[in-house]
């Protein structure tokens, strides 16, 4: 059976994309930074080669990573048990949440202290925390700036790139108490740094993210710029990481390739400031660092990924963002049309596993499958054949066989189900093509002026009066 | 609490059940991320290293001055006068912080990380403006000191005050990151908290406009050691 979903999300998403699209300032900041991303990335790869080469190789580590998964994963438990660090386990957004909620309540916590961290935003961790009488403070700049302003990411490595500095000036001395306008992006850099200092030093619990966990060592390991995600890793009481099952390797020497790939695919940057591997909380005659590491392993949709060989790749993904500066539909909409946390063509491609099909479907046709996304990934995801499956999904009958994901079929509507059941008919029986194309070309002025999307911004389609086997008959005499 | 615990260990049965479940056709073998790294390893002497390390770290505000064993405490003081530094934080039980107090120098203070940071959480951030530590080692090709924190010198001395001075051997100098961490050793015997730094802590969240001093310290400053006599 085919349904037809309530809402349809499509709606919104093209209302958003629209309203930015009509948005001169907004495509202007987008333009901007993806122009300068771009640049960047592009100096940091001069040698053919050696960047085809290293995305080989981090490839290679990433497929093999995911194909010994859950031995590595029990490997990585082990070890950080070892090292003393508790892993625990969640299924889903609440099931992380409560794990969080139980760490903070144990230790009468009150704030929490926020490193970068994309899968935070995924499980909504925030809110939940609000909603339990605990402070989520975000230190990252880019996130401390979208929290002020109540707001969320639009990118998953520069969480403010939508704002100017005009925008964050007045955000500043509006929110800021005893900060006057200044525009000065040092100056407004240390107003942060003086608010942030204080959290740091008075936060009971610090929760940060997890670029790669390496397995044999039971180390988890974290790449930045700014230094907060070391303030909130070192100095609370408690260090709580979270990360999805995804992000394993086995060995420490499959990190410096994949590290590589990440700070030039990313920023541009040959190197991050800093890169810090955390094998443990304060050790006896230690005089700093966390009392307790907790590692929470969240799956919130990625088995059902993992579970298929072709949207396995998905998961090969280190979080660079190089997918989304290179996309030409995110460099146009930016990152909160999509409504997801994940937003650019790895969003298109992951929030299905998270979020169900049926609400996310209409991000995998947002796309010219230009493959801008795919021959820029430093780990080699095929990202537009896998949105050609997804559209294949969205359209699948459920239920059946080619339907293989939650939410599958949620695109499938009676009309277009209709209008293809007639175009198979016509098109797989020859003298109902030739009576049709007879008609369709007779009755051409019958064509509808209305053509749904297609009129919106062209002319109507009107079938040529003479179909091609006249043509051909007519030359034949 | 026992609810929690009881969910986490039935997501941890499920979880792995469903991956265990899926079978992984033409699983690939392990990559040779060794014979990628001795294929493109750049065979570079010690002087080429050094210049690479600069180089890149420079590039990033990194502050570089040549010392000898003799006169770094020297440039240190020097340096320090010059930045208008009231107290440097130095580690407990190490040589170069022995030599320093040994030397009783004017107008600096040296403040000694003896205690647990839960006593003294507050003067760190508030009252400290440097910092001195050694690196283990660094890594020409990625631009970065190693640093590897140890009850002498804990994990926030590299962190938390303004300024970071960074005591470095110039003989231990890795071409890059995987020949460090084979050389060292490292997937044996890592502590607690090993650290890359590649330069001051910086950012560049507003606009794409590259800030310095956004969380950690703002200036990091090299003190590249060599074993003969060095020109600055």
Known sequence: ?477 | MSAVLDTSASARESILGRLRSTTIADAPALPDVKGWFDAHRRHEDLPQRISRLRTAMEAVKTEFHNVTDADWPEVLLRVAATKGIRNLLIGTNTAHGAVLEARHPKGLQLVPYAQPIDTWRDQLFDSIDASLTSARSAVAEIGSVIVWPTPSEPRLMSLVPHIHFVLLDASTIHSDLHSAISAEGWSGNLPTNALLIGGPSKTADIQQTLAYGAHGPKELIVLLRHTTEATS
């Open chain 1, 1 to 477: 059976m085919s349904r037809i979903i309530p809402i349809h999300p499509m709606d919104d998403f093209k209302e958003r994309s629209r309203s930015v699209l009509n948005d001169p300032g907004q495509r202007k900041n987008f333009r901007g930074a993806m122009d300068f991303l771009q640049a960047k990335r592009k100096s940091q790869f001069p040698d053919q080669e050696e960047r085809e080469g290293l995305r080989d190789l981090g490839a290679a580590i990433r497929r093999y990573s995911l194909a010994h998964l859950p031995r590595l994963l029990e490997q990585l438990e082990a070890n950080l048990t070892a090292n003393g660090v508790q892993v625990h386990w969640a299924q889903t957004s609440a099931e992380a949440n409560a794990i969080a909620l139980d760490i903070a309540r144990r230790v009468n916590a009150r704030s929490i202290i926020k490193g970068k961290s994309m899968v935070s935003e995924e499980i909504e961790f925030n809110h939940a925390m609000e909603a339990a009488g605990i402070e989520a403070f975000e230190s990252d700049m880019g996130e401390y700036i979208v929290q002020l302003a109540g707001e969320k990411p639009s990118h998953i490595i520069m969480p403010a790139i939508h704002k100017t500095k005009q925008q964050i000036a007045k955000l500043f001395a509006e929110e800021v108490p005893g900060v006057a306008y200044t525009e000065d992006v040092d100056d407004l850099i240390q107003i942060g740094r003086g608010v942030l200092r204080r959290k740091f030093a008075d936060a009971d619990i610090g929760l940060s993210g997890v670029n790669f966990a390496v397995a044999e060592t039971g180390t988890l390991c974290l790449v930045e710029n700014e230094g907060n995600g070391r303030m909130c890793t070192t100095v609370p009481k408690v260090h709580i990481a979270i990360t999805g099952i995804e992000k394993i390797v086995e060995k420490l020497e499959h990190v410096p390739p994949l590290y590589s790939l990440l700070s030039r695919s990313a920023t541009g940057q040959s190197v991050t400031t800093y890169f810090n591997l955390i094998s443990g909380p304060r050790k006896p005659g230690e005089l700093d660092g966390p009392e307790e590491v907790h590692l929470i392993l969240l799956d919130n949709g990625r088995t059902q990924a993992y579970a298929d060989e072709q949207l396995r790749a998905t998961l090969q993904c280190i979080r660079c963002g190089a997918c989304m500066n290179h996309c030409p539909v995110y460099a146009r909409i930016g990152g909160h049309a999509y409504g997801t946390t994940y937003p650019g063509p790895i969003g298109a491609i992951i929030s299905p596993h998270m979020l169900g099909l049926e609400s996310t479907y209409p991000l995998a046709f947002a796309s010219t499958l230009c493959g801008a996304c795919a021959e820029v990934c430093p780990v080699k995801i095929p990202i537009p054949d896998i949105l050609v499956r997804l559209r294949n999904e969205a359209m699948a009958q459920p239920q059946s066989d080619e339907a293989t994901l939650r939410g599958s079929g949620a695109a499938r509507t009676v009309a277009d189900r209709a209008v293809w059941s007639v175009w198979s008919q016509v098109y797989g029986r020859l003298g109902l093509y030739k009576l049709a194309s007879w008609f369709m070309s007779r009755g051409r002025a019958m064509s509808p002026t209305e053509q749904g999307a297609w009129t919106r911004s062209r002319t109507p389609l009107i079938p040529a009066p003479k179909r091609l086997r006249d043509l051909l008959k007519d030359r034949k005499s």
